[in-house]
């Protein structure tokens, strides 16, 4: 009794103790991490016993049926295919995104702003009219670029394809460049230049400067984007099933789909546990990538670049070559963007999608844009306003409190943290959603006063989770950059911790967390597929009409619905540049 | 006295038929007027206590055809009620719902929902429809109880509308006459590469209607070889339209209406050997929160009202009625060539046939139809 009265503190003295335990800086962001990390691994478990289910999760059987009938289904092409078009894509999509990152950002390149915001639009445009944007460009059969070279080589053959594993490639690849681009750009504005100018110093040239000093130093997030890519790459179905099918050339992605939305066995229900179990095979290349990555940032020392001596970025002089950069942006912007986006507006002023032609042009119309107000009604408003505003805020809450722990702190176990919340992009989405479905369900049964089954807020937190991976890539790169002898010097003057992170952390990566913050929220409003498996009547969203519009066949109302959003969104990311000045894309010298 | 000499002959001819019709027709035998009345008020009353009505429908209507789809069923019967009409998602997604919610004891997401007929029976044995008492007496005038809501799910599912499975083409590709005749022929080597195939078995499995399973298994092995690719209908014929493809052989007949309608140079044929004609049902869910409403609108759904509204936004035709023009375009063409339309409920032993595609032994054989379309 006595030893219980020594120990007993005050009111002020355990507040006091409190405050420099969250002071210390971990319990705040641990606890939330754990509680991301917790929804994370409970909808895992989930898909994972559903992979052992074989109907649905409501009715009885456990067996591993789902496992015999995916490793008898063509497994080996499949994956062989899958891993090519990843692979592929993530190559395509480096190329691109690295180089367009260092001439937007590294260099004196004139136009910057307008191809930026250009590069960002591209992500609005959906996959599927990229998609067919390219076959109207490059199909064997009428497409205008192949139709252009047969008349003029006199060839007899189309002398370019798309409709095989290449062409999903290129396609993919056009569509991820922009999400690398941002994703590396924060890093790649933020690199000191003192670095450099001690490698001139020494006598090596410019260019070889930016080959062994920049380019190494921007390893980790090059790697992590990478990754991300990847996982993105080999879930994308529309554009494989645009361009090749179902059959020639299998992949993980396409027997998702067919598993899941497009049933191929007309009286079967869909197979949700082999949709889990090829999403299982995706995660598998994905973890192994991720065992490198988390490796590679135990070294973070190595890679920090803001340090606590100032720094002013410079930028690359390219003399002559100026305006060869900007070309070679613009080619992109013009494959990736303005080829896309044609279609789009093409598709939109037509009643149905047509070649180009004098007989096309009599069909324009401007009708269907007369017709987005009739068709779009208050409640999808509400809800699309609802989501792009509280998603976005909750993940770079998490972000932040995640990327706290995994790169700032030396815990046991934080490897397993960021690990786990790279996995919802491993796994389809779509299998999330269904995890989410029956979660909601139970929730619906057992909590009925809580409102997630069937409300805007099982959609909301859908992305949340989904969209983590991505944030925590950004903001760990973020973190890696700025130096720990910041924090030591906050204190060395007596600065707790959770102070300096208020203070000193927040404002310094500020522009990397904006820069997340509207690419989270332009990601999560183009967003369709877990959406549309989470969908009731109270909570549809923007994206599922337009899907939904398209699938109806009301492929102009959807085109032109397109138009408006890549349009408006375009402006207000150029307005957002402007106001922002730039720091959109990364930390903001001291 | 003659009694022919007190009525003259053609009324004595009209009230025989009268009293034929009394006992020959169902619903004038099962019930009056006013018994039919009464049914009716209550439901109204009850819908219109319940405020609101939530369905899950078909595809094409969008808002644009779901307001004036509430619009009229509010008209019809007085009624003011929210009407939500939601056609977002895959079938085979919002029935798994629909079967979960039911197992879980959960309430319905929608109050009526849309069922095509390889659906409606899963949903039916899971116990996920509540049955509508003494609905011949409730459906509107003039639409026939055996065709609407035949046997196999009578009282549960009320047709609305049909699609059937044809050929649609590009006719600037290809002339009618030299489309393959029979499904047999998209066989033959002519046809190669002239056209895709959808990767989902809903037309196909009509075969066994027709063929042996080993016969029609070949026939499916044939098209599987000779098609292009395999690819979603709608951007299939989308790229039809462009000029890629000629043909696909089992599309939905709204394409051709709804192509047509867009200046398309798309043309319409059937398969003289196999036409098969599904039934698209409204069923009201069983733990519905406005169930008296989701009824009514079963019901009224079914008639000529409701049939025009859903031509005219999404080309569902219902071949069972002369006010649909989609409906009686199909007939036509299939009436030109004399060729049939086969549907899972034109017999108990189509329907036990649809039924054995739920067994092992069905799911293994559908496995290989879905196998011998896809692989190239």
Known sequence: MDRVETIKLSWEETWSLWKDRVAGGLVLPLFFALVACGVIVLLLLVILWMTFVPGLPTEPGFDLSNYTQVLGDRLLPTVGNTVLVGFGSTAFALFWSVSMAWLIHRTDMPWKPLLMAAIAVSVLIPGFMKAMGWILLLSPKIGLINLALMNLLGLEDAPLGIYNRFGIIFVQGLMLTPTMFFLISGPMRSMDPALEESSEVTGVNKWKTQFYVTLPLMWPAIFSGAIYIFMTAVSIYEVPALLVGFGKYPLLSTAIFLNTAGTEQATKLPQYGMAGVYGLLITIPSIVALFFYLRLIKQSHRYAVVTGRGYRPKLFPLGRLKYLGSLFVLIFVILAVILPFSVLLWASLLPSLKMPSREALSYVTLEYYSRIGQIVGADVIRNTVLLMAVAPLAVLFLALMISWIVVRSRLWGRGAIDTITMLPHAIPGIGFAFALVIVAMLTARWFPWIPLYGTIWVIILANVVNRLAYATRVTNAALLQVSQELEDAAAICGVGKLRAIRRIMVPLITPSLLFAGVWTTMLVFREVSMALMLSNPGNIVFSVHVWTRWQSGAMSEAAAMGVVMVTTLGVIFLIAQSVFRGRLYGIQGL | ?376
Do not use: C
């Open chain 2, 1 to 376: 006295m003659k009694l022919s000499r007190i009525l003259p002959f053609q009324a004595l001819k009209g009230i025989f038929l009268l009293i034929s019709l009394f006992f020959l027709e169902p619903r004038l035998w099962a019930g009056s007027a006013p018994e039919r009345q009464e049914l009716l008020n209550k439901l109204v009353e009850g819908a219109r206590k319940e405020g609101e009505l939530v369905v899950w429908g078909i595809q094409g209507m969008g808002d644009d055809g779901g307001r004036p789809l509430g619009k009229a069923f509010n008209a019809r019967f007085g009624l003011n009620l929210r009407f939500k009409y939601d056609e977002a998602g895959a079938t085979g997604e919002k029935f798994s719902r629909a079967i979960m919610e039911t197992q879980m004891g959960l309430p319905a997401s929608y109050d009526a929902m849309y069922a095509p007929d390889h659906r409606i029976v899963k949903l039916i044995e899971k116990g996920g429809v509540e049955p509508i008492e003494r609905w011949e007496l409730l459906l509107p005038e003039g639409v026939d109880p055996k065709y609407t809501s035949p046997p196999a799910v009578a009282g549960q599912g009320f047709s609305f509308g049909n699609r059937v499975k044809l050929i649609v083409y590009n006719s600037k590709l290809i002339s009618l006459k030299d489309l393959p005749q029979t499904t047999k022929e998209v066989g033959l080597p002519k046809y190669k590469g002239k056209f895709y195939t959808a990767p989902w078995t809903t037309g196909p499995i009509f075969g066994v209607l027709v063929y042996s399973r080993e016969e029609w298994l070949e026939i499916m092995r044939g098209w599987g070889q000779n098609k292009v690719t395999t690819i979603r209908s709608r951007g299939g014929v989308d790229r039809m339209m462009l000029g890629e493809f000629a043909f696909e052989p089992f599309s939905n007949e709204h394409y051709y209406f709804e192509l047509k309608e867009k200046g398309d140079p798309a043309g319409m044929a059937v398969f003289k050997d196999l036409v098969p004609l599904t039934y698209l049902f409204h069923i009201t869910r069983k733990n519905a929160r406005h169930p008296n409403a989701g009824k009514l609108f079963a019901l009224w759904a079914t008639g000529p009202e409701a049939t025009q509204i859903f031509e005219k936004y999404s080309w569902t035709g219902n071949i069972a009625t002369k006010a649909s023009k989609v409906g009686s375009g199909v007939l036509e063409e299939v009436a030109k060539i004399g060729a049939r339309l086969v549907s899972w409920f034109d017999s108990k032993e189509n329907l036990s046939k649809l039924e054995w595609f739920g067994t092992k032994e069905g799911e293994a054989y559908e496995e290989k139809i879905a196998l011998a379309l896809k692989v190239k």
